[in-house]
């Protein structure tokens, strides 16, 4: 029941801070400096690292269905199922598991810190909003970042599959890219840009949020952090479950 209640206080606090994001947003939009800081923190330094793990991801999904459709004579379909498993699913998932350890882990930890040190009174009493100085500007940051991060992501995968595709097991080019334009549609890719919208604005409020409220000195970040990771995560993949339901 404890834990009930907790959820619920949590659920709560997490919805009210993201209601006051917006409301500052309206009121008082964020300095675009800001934005464009947060923005290289969250999407520029990740950018690598994105890119790597899509292009890996694209050819580890030729590897592991390769045999199967080889049996059926029905490589040239493999193109097609790399694609939309990119576009609607593994993209905006890792890409936004990958945001969660980086920059999730930093907003809870820099804004923790913040509070624990006291930063975010001493705003408060320099009449500074810390909802506009501190989580408007990140959640902007985050709402574009992410997505085009996703988009870099599904690019490299089409690369790396087809290159282990053609390259490695011989695939024919012409009908692995025919195939992959013939099965996946632009509302494949918009579907799955949606998803990694609706999950950087979860990632972005929850670790704000967990920062926010954190108490306790060095060891109260640190486990402020730790559940702003965990929390994104899992709830990354249950609402992914329910995206997928609603878009497809």
Do not use: W
């Not at 995968?157 to 290159?163: A, D, E, S, T």
């Amino acid at each position: 029941m404890a834990n009930f209640i907790k959820f619920l206080e949590h659920t709560g606090g997490i919805t009210i801070l993201f209601l006051e994001a917006l409301l500052s947003l309206i009121k008082s939009p964020p300095k675009i400096k800001h934005i464009f800081k947060y923005m290289e923190d969250i999407g520029v330094g990740a950018a690598p690292l994105i890119a790597i793990t899509g292009f890996f991801s694209g050819g580890v999904l030729v590897v592991e269905t390769y045999p199967s459709f080889h049996r059926f004579n029905a490589e040239y379909l493999i193109g097609a199922l790399v694609s939309l498993s990119l576009a609607r699913e593994l993209s905006p998932v890792l890409v936004s598991l990958l945001i969660t350890a980086r920059s999730g882990s930093s907003i809870a930890a820099n804004i923790g810190t913040m509070r624990i040190t006291e930063q975010i009174d001493a705003l408060e009493v320099m009449a500074v909003d810390p909802i506009r100085y501190l989580i408007t500007p990140r959640l902007i940051a985050g709402l574009i970042m992410v997505p085009l991060l996703t988009l870099l992501s599904y690019a490299t995968g089409i690369l790396g599959g087809y290159f282990v595709g053609t390259v490695l097991y011989d695939i024919n080019p012409y009908l692995y890219v025919e195939k992959m334009k013939d099965f996946t549609e632009l509302y494949d890719i918009v579907g799955g840009l949606y998803k990694s919208a609706v999950f950087s604005v979860m990632i972005i409020m929850i670790s704000c949020y967990f920062g926010y409220i954190a108490k306790g000195g060095a060891e109260g970040v640190g486990k402020a952090t730790t559940t702003a990771v965990v929390v994104s995560s899992v709830l990354t993949l249950i609402v992914d479950y329910f995206l997928t339901e609603l878009i497809f």
